[in-house]
């Protein structure tokens, strides 16, 4: 459960910008794939973007694309989550996820460890 660890969330504006962070714990190597999830009230979770263990191989949600910044820093073993634009929908729990094969997905259930999630809500 402290495996992965999630900051940066809060309340903003619609319009307004905000950075997720992620930080693994060393026993998630840099082989591991890392991704970003999120569930909004009362619907299930869903893919927002992922980063494998290769520099600049990035996936991302389609809808999501544009406005959505997946970045990787190996040195400190965080991940990041760059939202601008941010939209009422765009509230939720967001989580950081690893997956142990360092391949991209979409599917929650392939990912071995989770963190406790940062909340994201967006006003109008």
């Known amino acids: 459960q402290a495996l992965l660890k999630e900051s940066g969330g809060g309340t903003v504006q619609a319009g307004g910008s905000l950075r997720l962070s992620c930080t693994a714990d060393a026993t998630i190597s840099k082989g591991y794939s890392l991704a970003w999830f999120r569930e909004p009230p009362g619907k299930e979770r869903e893919f927002v973007a992922a980063h494998t263990w290769r520099a600049g191989d990035v996936y991302y949600e389609r809808s999501l694309k544009g406005r959505f910044t997946i970045t990787r820093h190996n040195a400190n073993n965080t991940v990041y989550l760059q939202m601008n634009n941010l939209r009422p929908e765009d509230t939720a729990l967001y989580y950081c996820?690893?997956?142990?094969?360092?391949?991209?997905?979409?599917?929650?259930?392939?990912?071995?460890?989770w963190g406790q999630g940062t909340q994201v809500t967006v006003s109008s």
């Open positions: 996820a690893a997956d142990q094969t360092g391949l991209p997905s979409s599917s929650p259930g392939i990912y071995d460890f």
